[in-house]
Each structure stands twice: as C-alpha cells, then as structure tokens.
C-alpha cells in the first residue's frame, strides 16, 4: 500500500531563513511524486513534481529513493510561502491513485 | 480555458439525510477524482472515474458513492448523513490521471451535517 508521511503540522519560520518540508513515502516501486500548495481562499493547485527537476518560486524538492524521502526546500523564505503544503505520490504501475499526505501548515513570521 | 467547478459551494444538512454533489472538469479531462478535506486528517481518497467508470477506490463506507456521466462530469452522493461526514469535498480532473500527470482542483463544496 502506498502511504505519504509529512511529520511536521505546522511549521513556522522568519521571512529570510531556510524552509524545509518534510515528506516521506512508502511505495514498493518507482513513485510520481509531488508537491501541492493551498493558499489562503485559493484552490489546491501543484507546486512542483519530481520528474520535471524544477525550480517553483524558488523551491526545489529532491527525491531520495534510499531514504524514501522528498523533501521541499527553500533557501530564503517570504511572507507569501505562507499556506499549506502536501506531498502527494502516485504509483508507476497502471491506473493508480494519487495519494496525499496530511499536510504542512507553513508561517512565514515578518 | 476553465477550471473545475463545483456546485454547490455550500450545504447544510440534517443528520440522516442524503447529500449530492456535483463536479464539472476541465474541458477534455476524462479522470475526475474526489476527496475529503478535514483539518486533522488532510486530503482523504474517496474515489477516482475514468471515462465513466471506477478506477480506483479509497477506504470509506458504502454510504459515499459516485457516478461519471458521457461530458465527464461527476457527481458524489452521500447517503444517511453523519456528523463526522462534516468536511470539505474536494474534485481534481487530469487528462489521464496516470503518472506525472497534474491534478487541477477544484474549490470545493463546504458540507455542513448538523
């Protein structure tokens, strides 16, 4: 069974210091991994995912399949990182679902 | 190009009672998939239609069931209402659903089981 684990509820970082979130994964095989973001009063929408290996409002995510980990990442956090987080997995071997962990909630204090 | 609709934005219902919801995908997304959205346990799997018919399945009771129609669009009913069945419905439609394909959301309908 696949499952998404982001041990972390809530997180609060000062504007300009280095964000992470963590995210791990358990899927017996070679997962699609992402991450979504939910801003206040806007809709669920992706952030980045790890096949595209890009930078997303200066955000980046690496995927370790050794630790079974992807962590999100941000060397210098704004105000407006502030919002929700989910890490999400959907598996390689056919129709599979798309998995979301329980999420992050991220303050940025000014 | 628009995005997912989901009607109504908002409900209230008695306990006991059945509730049905509808979403509207984006304009040649044939997956549509829905979920529950509470704040202790995140974004919950319900179930995914694919060209109108269940292709995935998620841990929840008989009560909650679904339906894909010819345009793609999907509804969710929920039957015997419970006070724990008090959550944000949320819709997401991809072209495919496989892979690394992007889910697009949609805002959400807010339940209310009183």
């Known amino acids: ?110 | 190009k628009a995005g997912v609709t989901q009607t109504p934005r908002y409900l209230i219902k008695t306990r006991g009672q059945q509730v049905t919801l509808s979403c509207s995908p984006i304009s040649g997304h044939r997956s549509v998939s829905w979920y529950q959205q509470t704040p202790g346990q995140g974004l919950q799997f319900l179930f995914e239609y694919f060209s109108e018919t269940q292709r995935n399945k998620g841990n929840f009771p008989g009560r909650f069931s679904g339906r894909q129609f010819s345009n793609s669009r999907s509804e969710m009913n929920v039957s015997t209402l419970e006070l724990g069945d008090s959550a944000l419905y949320l819709c997401a439609s991809s072209p495919t659903g496989t892979g690394n394909t992007e889910a697009f959301f949609g805002q959400g309908t807010r339940l209310t089981v009183v």
């Open chain 1, 1 to 110: 069974a696949q499952r998404v684990t982001q041990p972390e509820k809530l997180l609060s970082v000062f504007k300009g210091a280095p964000v992470e979130l963590k995210c791990n994964y358990s899927y017996s095989g070679s997962p699609e991994l992402f991450w979504y973001v939910q801003y206040s009063r806007q809709r669920l929408q992706l952030l980045l995912r790890h096949i595209s290996r890009e930078s997303i409002k200066g955000f980046t995510a690496d995927l370790n399949k050794g630790e079974t980990s992807f962590h999100l990442k941000k060397p210098f956090a704004q105000e407006e990182d502030s919002a929700m987080y989910y890490c999400a997995l959907r598996g390689n071997f056919g129709n599979e679902k798309l998995t979301f962990g329980t999420g992050t909630r991220l303050t940025i204090i000014p």
